[in-house]
């Protein structure tokens, strides 16, 4: 009891001995009071309290930051410590593994500050760009319709935004990178398997655009358009299935009999199978009478796609040697990094551009002019194709003009320290001719630089992107896309279903309510949590000093250790990437406002 | 299906067309169902060309499911659609064509908030009739000036008010030249003063002859303006008539319960 009244009775003695004192106070002031009145009327007014307030806030914070200031520059002072910009300019004494051919070791500390930069940059915007491609693709496999895509992307982002990005670049960089193959065994691409599918992708993927044009030209009824689809998926999974097994165990996997006869009739018993399942489930759902019926075109489009694919393949129709190609590997993926192939410009390039720059001004002015007869006449052209055609064709026309003049018929060759000149085709025979000398007499205007290493397997041409670079990306690109798809999902779930109702109600075709309806209002949802994304990106590649690439924030610990610049480091670190911020943001703003809606 | 529909006394002129003409919209046996949900029973329904039907009954008696099954903004499951002498099926051509007739007007407006009234209006027209961005625009200003808001044509949705915004979709409709309008509860979601204004909107357009088919718990605009009021319970056409016979002399319990609840 007596301690629970304790605090009341101490607050009735402050009160107490504070009585006397404002009484006095009071006394004291009370002959003022005539002058005083005004000046309480004043500070009354809500206006000037505003202000005051703010101006007392202000001084209350500069003082602190001057106390701060000046004390810490004391401290430093009495330990010899004085910021200044002056060691930029001293020799940095360290070697950077990812460096432009300006700087080494005897290089100024400032080098090593822009080596960092450039490192940091160069992550950062490749990062934003495959992360934001990703995003959106993911995006919109959330939204599919399709169970297993959908379900699978719903998996990947909820695996990738719930786990710590920096436990996903340690993985990414001691699991993944550590266990690729030693340089001598590295993975080259395009190796045989990949060559013998990728090309044949882009033959289904030709015939796929060729059925696609076809029903959306025709207007094909759905059912129709299902037993299409259904049946071109059978047949290229079948022919794959088919074209691999012959590949790797050289027969067919599924083989019954023996010889071709053997392997037709199995088909024709697969297809009589699937066959009768869409009769029979087509009945099942005319009973049922609920669901629109299209099981069996579904059904239907299978089994006579894997009858075709797999009579074309048993009578060898499918001739699959003829889609072999044996190409020169064009990346090597090993322990030690990736290493992509150059494409440089040669002595000829400028003259090759100056068509492409004539291409893209038609076309700048095929995309004005036929957005002006639209206007006019209503009648809708083929603008964006048109306007590509002029590019390419100019490039195309460009690249014979620029070819037709021939190659110097000699060339200077140095040998054991002489200048020889020796005619083109021989010393290109030789192979002793070296990169510049190789741009300075190609035909060519672009020449395809592919990665070739010496004997001691390291590269002399090519991209070379350190497993460190690879990881950070790799780590920053799939954590952040997670997030971005997120944010797609949301911002075209966020466009309200009446918007698309009243599009289709007015006859839009579904590209048209895309474009038109669903895009602009979604970008207006996505574009400022995805400029936040952008910036987390940016500033989450300082996590590179934990696996060792050379970036910013990185360089900046290795100079602050060697020069003892503490304050100097981090207000450099910090200025360059409230800078990199700050652009981004902006950049993000003026796209925003773009896409502001206007309301009252 | 056309017996109860009895032409008001003005206009005997346009009741020799109408047995001249074919229905323009004819729905026979539709049913549909919402997972488990039996929302329309044995719809048929014959709507004759330049006739104005009102639909109205209680809630969740699938009246808007009704309307929306006929530009195809539902799929009905069984029965047959006809609009303009062309079936709604899967056949993507038919659907296009189908919509590109019929106007459709929504309950919560639904205009475009990104594009101004006029660029609300021209949208279709442009993009899908494909007329020259001249002419779109001046049948756009015809048509706002038809609704009587000439002065807003620069002003986007988020600026206009309800009833404004709904003349504007009202607009929008019409300026693809439909054959049909489908009106869905137009004024549930506005103030009792702006509801007058757009009534007047449909009352003109019904008077000039539009084959219109509304949605609306308004019976005052029912009784002055339709030719034929269908009552909708649990998915069913309980019972339809002319509006004098429906509000004086309606024969079934369930319309009468209604009809005793609302006026």
Redesign the interface.
């Known amino acids: 009891m007596i301690q629970r009244e304790a605090p009341f009775r101490i607050r009735q003695g402050i009160a107490a001995l504070l009585r006397p004192l404002s009484a006095f106070l009071a006394g004291v002031l009370r002959p003022f009071l005539p002058i005083l009145r005004p000046l309480i009327s004043v500070l009354a007014d809500e206006r000037v309290r505003r202000i005051l307030g703010q101006l007392i806030f202000a001084a209350i914070l500069i003082f602190f930051f001057w106390l701060i200031g000046t004390t810490a520059a004391n401290e430093l002072e009495q330990k010899g410590l004085v910021p200044t910009f002056r060691f930029l300019n001293l020799r940095s004494g360290f070697e950077i593994s990812e460096s432009p051919g300006w700087y080494s070791g005897d290089s100024s500390y400032g080098r090593a500050f822009v080596v960092g930069m450039i490192n940091t940059v160069r992550v950062v915007v490749l990062g934003l760009v495959l992360a934001s491609v990703l995003g959106l693709f993911v995006g919109v496999f959330l939204l599919s319709s399709n169970w297993l895509i959908r379900s699978i992307a719903r998996g990947y982002v909820e695996l990738l935004r719930n786990t710590p990005l920096l436990v996903q670049i340690f993985v990414w960089y001691f699991v993944v990178m550590f266990s690729l193959p030693r340089i001598q065994d590295a993975i080259t691409l395009p190796n045989e398997g990949i060559t013998f599918i990728s090309l044949r992708i882009v033959l289904w993927l030709v015939l796929w655009l060729v059925l696609g044009r076809y029903w959306r030209a025709w207007?094909v009824?759905?059912?129709r358009r299902v037993a299409l689809q259904y049946g071109f998926t059978a047949l290229v999974v079948v022919s794959e299935l088919a074209a691999y097994g012959h590949h790797e165990i050289d027969g067919w996997p599924w083989a019954w009999g023996a010889g071709l006869s053997g392997e037709f009739w199995g088909y024709l018993f697969v297809s009589a199978v699937l066959l009768a399942l869409v009769w029979g489930v087509y009945n099942v759902e005319t009973v049922r009478?609920?669901?629109?019926p299209l099981w069996r075109p579904r059904l239907l489009g299978i089994a006579l796609g894997q009858l075709l694919a797999g009579t074309l393949f048993s009578f060898g129709w499918l001739p699959m040697a003829a889609f072999r190609l044996e190409l020169q590997p064009a990346v090597y993926i090993s322990i030690r990094g990736f290493v992509f192939p150059e494409i440089l410009p040669t002595a000829r390039f400028a003259s090759w551009f100056a068509f492409v720059a004539l291409g893209i001004l038609l076309a700048g002015f095929i995309w004005v002019w036929l957005g002006r007869r639209?206007?006019?006449?209503?009648?809708?052209y083929p603008r964006g194709s048109l306007c590509i055609a002029a590019v390419v064709g100019l490039a195309i026309i460009g690249w014979v003009v620029v070819g037709m003049a021939d190659a110097p018929s000699h060339v200077v060759v140095e040998s054991q320290g002489e200048a020889e000149i020796m005619p083109l085709v021989e010393a290109k025979a030789e192979g002793t001719l070296g990169t510049e000398a190789l741009l300075l007499t190609s035909t060519r205007p672009l020449m395809l630089q592919l990665p070739t290493q010496n004997r001691f397997g390291r590269f002399l041409t090519g991209v070379e992107f350190t497993p460190e670079f690879m990881a950070l990306l790799l780590g920053l690109v799939i954590y952040t896309s997670s997030f971005i798809a997120e944010i797609v999902r949301a911002g075209i779930q966020a466009v309200?279903r009446?918007?698309i109702?009243?599009?289709?109600?007015?006859?839009?075709?579904q590209t048209?309510l895309l474009t038109?309806?669903i895009f602009?209002?979604a970008l207006?949802v996505i574009i400022p949590p995805l400029g936040n994304q952008y910036l987390n990106l940016s500033k989450n590649s300082s996590l590179a000093i934990t696996i060792g690439y050379a970036d910013t924030f990185n360089i900046t610990t290795t100079i602050m250790n060697q020069s003892g610049q503490t304050v100097t480091g981090f207000f450099i670190v910090m200025v360059f990437y409230l800078s990199l911020s700050l652009l981004i943001s902006a950049i993000m703003n003026a796209i925003n406002s773009r896409?502001r809606?206007?309301?009252? | 299906m056309l017996e109860g529909i009895s032409a008001k006394a003005d206009s005997a002129v346009e009741d020799t067309l109408r047995e001249d003409t074919e229905p323009i919209i004819i729905c026979r046996e539709v049913n549909k169902w919402f997972g488990d949900f039996h929302v329309l029973r044995d719809v048929s329904v014959e709507v004759a060309p330049r006739e104005v039907v009102v639909v109205i009954g209680p809630s969740g008696s699938g009246k808007s499911t009704f309307i929306r099954c006929i530009n195809r903004l539902e799929e009905h499951q069984e029965g047959q659609i006809i609009v303009d002498g062309m079936e709604l099926g899967h056949d993507i051509r038919n659907i296009s064509a189908i919509r590109q007739e019929i106007g459709m007007v929504f309950q919560q407006f639904n205009l475009f908030p990104h594009l101004t009234a006029l660029q609300n209006i021209t949208l279709a027209p442009s993009i899908v009739r494909h007329r020259p961005r001249a002419e779109a625009k001046e049948i756009a200003m015809q048509l706002l000036e038809r609704v009587g808001i000439p002065e807003q044509a620069n002003k986007y949705s988020g600026q206009l008010s309800g009833g404004q915004q709904q003349r504007v979709a009202i607009a929008r409709a019409l300026a693809m030249e439909p054959k049909i309008m489908l009106f869905d509860e137009p004024t549930s979601a506005l103030d009792p003063e702006m509801i007058k204004e757009v009534l007047d909107v449909m009352k003109e357009l019904a008077r000039s002859g539009m084959t219109m088919l509304v949605v609306t718990h308004e019976m005052g605009f029912a009784r002055e303006v339709a030719d034929r009021v269908l009552f909708f319970d649990h998915g069913r056409i309980v019972e339809q008539g002319t509006p004098e016979y429906f509000f004086e002399q309606a024969q079934h319990p369930r319309t009468k319960l209604f009809l005793s609840q609302i006026l």
Do not use: N
């Open positions: 207007g009824s759905v059912e009478q609920r669901m629109a639209t206007e006019d006449t209503g009648q809708p309200p009446g918007q109702e009243a599009g289709r109600a007015l006859g839009l075709s048209q038109r309806i602009p209002q207006r896409f809606l206007v309301t009252r």
